[in-house]
């Protein structure tokens, strides 16, 4: 079992795990520096295969949002790990793990109905390293 310590050095690391993406997916609103995103959704809907691109504006203007969000969500983790999990470690480590499995829930079904099953086995690595040990309660 984790210790409070090890539950908010989890925190931390999973704010960089989520919010990694966000400067990745933003690349994708530009044409040009589009690659990195254009990659990476094609992994995620493996096989790589070059089937995903990055031509249409809608797929430019829904990277743009997925960047935002994934910053976002990132920075909001870590705000959860510096400035609050000391005053509420049970409550930041329930709010974590139900937004991890929101997340995880509605992606993944997302992914399975638009023909991307595997990128619902790619979120379960990611569900493991944002989550991790906070699964369970900190030791006392």
Do not use: C
Not at 26 to 41: H, I, N, V, Y
Not at 76 to 95: C, F, K, N, Q, S
């Amino acid at each position: 079992m984790a210790t409070q310590a090890q539950h908010k050095a989890w925190l931390k690391f999973a704010a960089f795990v989520v919010g990694v993406g966000g400067p990745i997916f933003f690349l994708g609103s530009m044409a040009a520096p589009a690659e990195p995103a254009r990659l990476t959704l094609d992994i995620l809907s493996w096989p790589i295969d070059g089937a995903t691109t990055y031509a249409d504006p809608d797929t430019r203007f829904l990277s743009a949002l997925t960047g935002g969000f994934l910053l976002g969500w990132g920075v909001t983790i870590w705000g959860l790990a510096t400035r609050l999990y000391d005053l509420a470690p049970e409550a930041v480590r329930r709010t974590h793990v139900a937004g991890a499995l929101a997340w995880f829930l509605l992606d993944s079904a997302g992914s399975i109905l638009s023909g991307n099953a595997s990128n619902a086995l790619f979120n379960i690595v990611v569900l493991a390293l944002a989550v991790g040990p906070l699964w369970r309660p900190a030791k006392a």
